[in-house]
């Protein structure tokens, strides 16, 4: 089985030139780290309302700056979705600094979250998928609805490298087709991490690296999920007969 390796390096200063980054921002309060996962992306979209935020929070994360030139800095190339959370003097604001913007408010059958993934695979054709890595700001917290259609996105491009990630913790898929490695950066991240089966029960699980390792273990909603693990090292490996979500928590720095 091959293997695909994971690692949070885009929440460091400085990080190597693969994978390429393509960033989305939802409407949800921006991480306290958004402008370094901007400047790490190559492509910045807003899915809709999440235009709001960037022009909302940006100055107050960068509160020394003035906040007409901290909004010119940070114009997302594309805003994407519904249209109907963005405000009309953002959407205008952005569209006269030469933002695209594309109204998709005759689809109602996928979320906005869904509509930027398939526009940044659509961006990147001949860019190996693996080297392709969607980072979500905004994606967890608040309504519980959202964060399930979130997950649910992590599914539907279960070939495509997204990571869903808040100021709290970080989530993405551990697809059954691969074995893992997961690098960890414990600057920060950890040492509180989960293992969560999603789509079907995992009928045999086998981990390396954790307080509490699995070894062909049964994992099932109603049954066993490993939620409050520990990581013990900077590495961690994952086997499994299920696709799994892996979350791990942000340290406060």
């Not at 807003?46 to 100055?59: E, L, T």
Request: glycine share 6%; proline share 6%; with cysteine.
């Amino acid at each position: 089985m091959e293997l695909m390796s994971h690692s949070s390096t885009f929440l460091l200063p400085t990080i190597p030139p693969s994978p390429t980054y393509a960033l989305v921002v939802l409407n949800q309060s921006l991480p306290r780290f958004a402008p370094l996962l901007w400047k790490h992306a190559q492509l910045r979209l807003c899915a809709d309302g999440g235009a709001n935020r960037v022009y909302d929070d940006m100055p107050l994360l960068l509160p020394h700056e003035n906040a007409f030139d901290v909004r010119k800095r940070y114009k997302p190339d594309v805003i994407k979705g519904d249209m109907d959370s963005i405000r009309k003097e953002v959407l205008e604001f952005y569209a006269n600094m030469g933002t695209k913007i594309i109204d998709e408010s005759d689809d109602q059958d996928t979320t906005d979250l869904h509509k930027c993934v398939a526009y940044i695979c659509d961006w990147a054709p001949d860019l190996d998928k693996s080297n392709l890595c969607i980072l979500v700001a905004g994606a967890l917290g608040g309504r519980f609805d959202h964060e399930i259609g979130n997950i649910n996105v992590l599914c539907r491009f279960s070939t495509v490298r997204i990571i869903l990630i808040s100021d709290d913790c970080l989530i993405h898929l551990l697809p059954r087709t691969h074995c893992h490695e997961i690098h960890i950066q414990p600057t920060i991240e950890g040492p509180h991490c989960g293992l969560i089966p999603i789509g079907m029960p995992s009928g045999s699980t086998t981990t390396t690296g954790l307080q509490w390792d699995l070894a062909e273990t049964e994992m099932k909603f109603g049954g066993l999920i490993s939620t409050s693990n520990i990581v013990k090292g900077e590495k961690i490996t994952v086997q499994s007969d299920s696709d799994l979500l892996w979350t791990i928590n942000i340290k406060k720095l």
